[in-house]
């Protein structure tokens, strides 16, 4: 009977999987309407990504580090140089070779625009990076291979510490997660596949270490499979210090998003999948999934919105929850969706679709590069 629940299975997830890279390239791709949507209505004529939700109109360097990601996907490489601009002028004073962006900004209570706080977001950080270096690559631009090299470097010096009894790893930001006997991280800010190409980019920088140590703070922060927003390191082991880390939601879902794109054969891939696919288990029979886990009661409350149901996607794609999953995501317009949940649906959503892949060297695969 197991055996038969299981070629039942099995045929449920081929018949529902998304197209894989490159499929049917003699036709022109269907048009990415969400990208689109999400361009017409967040990003601005100069390149801005605009997060409505918040009164001060606000832009953060995730935001952009995302609408470059997206606009080398939908290889638009004039959008893609606007955004950069914007980004390097406004959030990095104009120079990305010196300076980290700042993650915060938009109107202040006097009424001008500005940076409302200079720290940086090592997650935007690295996804700016790893989007520039790769669109080098892509579209044989240089200046853009340098630009990206030069800001991992910056990254590596800025971001990265020395933890004792964990070696090398990404802080989520140049300021501020460092305390007297422990080291507040954030599993999300690690996509293994960014990490495993700043390795192949930079043999000599940090960045095969921080590949270690990212697969064992993946692991080890989530005991059953549940990822945390955030978690604690002692010295010694991960740990929730405070009710907050016992959490898993708007940033732990970016875990099982990026864990479930890696390639196969990425290092790592099957050991990290298989430790998250207890996730499955919080998706309903509509396919929404828990909006906040507690990950070690397992216990959870409230539904996520559909994004989140896009993000399980590639995690789950092989199992039968990927045709609910699919089925909610596809019956919540865009436009009905938040900056955030319709950054997740382009990320899970054109995956999905084939718009991209990684290779197992954490390299882009666009659509269009591969039938070109």
Not at 92 to 118: C, F, H, I, Q
Request: with cysteine; charged share 20%; hydrophobic share 40%.
């Amino acid at each position: 009977m197991r055996k038969l629940f299981a070629l039942i299975g099995l045929a449920v997830a081929l018949a529902v999987s998304g197209p894989a890279l490159g499929a049917d390239c003699g036709q022109q791709p269907a048009a990415w309407e969400r990208w689109q949507n999400f361009r017409s209505g967040l990003i601005s004529p100069e390149g801005r990504v605009i997060d409505y939700s918040d009164e001060r109109h606000i832009t953060t360097s995730e935001g952009q580090s995302y609408a470059l990601f997206f606009a080398l996907v939908d290889n638009d490489p004039q959008l893609f140089r606007r955004i950069l601009r914007w980004t390097e002028k406004n959030l990095a004073r104009g120079d990305l070779t010196s300076y980290l962006p700042a993650w915060l900004w938009g109107r202040k209570p006097g009424g001008e625009w500005g940076v409302l706080d200079d720290n940086s977001a090592s997650d935007a950080d690295l996804w700016i990076a790893y989007t520039l270096i790769e669109a080098g690559r892509l579209w044989r631009q240089h200046s853009y291979s340098a630009l990206g090299s030069l800001l991992l470097q910056r990254i590596a010096r800025e971001e990265v510490a020395e933890l004792p009894g964990l070696g090398a790893m990404l802080l989520p930001g140049k300021h501020g997660f460092a305390h007297d006997g422990y080291w507040k991280l954030n599993p999300s800010y690690l996509p293994p596949q960014l990490v495993v190409r700043a390795a192949r980019a930079q043999p000599a920088g940090p960045w095969s270490a921080v590949t270690r140590s990212a697969e064992r703070l993946l692991i080890d922060s989530a005991p059953k499979g549940l990822a945390p927003d955030w978690t604690s390191w002692t010295g010694k082991r991960f740990e929730a210090r405070t009710d907050e880390e016992r959490i898993g939601s708007y940033d732990a879902i970016r875990v099982y998003l990026w864990v479930g794109m890696l390639h196969d054969d990425a290092p790592g891939a099957q050991r990290l999948k298989r430790h998250f696919m207890p996730v499955e288990h919080h998706v309903d029979p509509n396919g929404r999934l828990d909006e906040e886990i507690d990950i070690y009661r397992e216990t959870a409350h409230g539904k996520g919105p559909a994004g989140f149901s896009a993000a399980l996607l590639p995690l789950l794609s092989a199992t039968p929850a990927s045709a609910a999953l699919r089925a909610y995501l596809h019956s919540a317009p865009s436009g009905s969706l938040g900056y955030y949940s319709q950054v997740l649906a382009l990320f899970g959503g054109g995956w999905d679709e084939g718009r991209y892949r990684y290779g197992a060297d954490g390299a882009l695969l666009p659509r269009w590069e591969k039938c070109r």
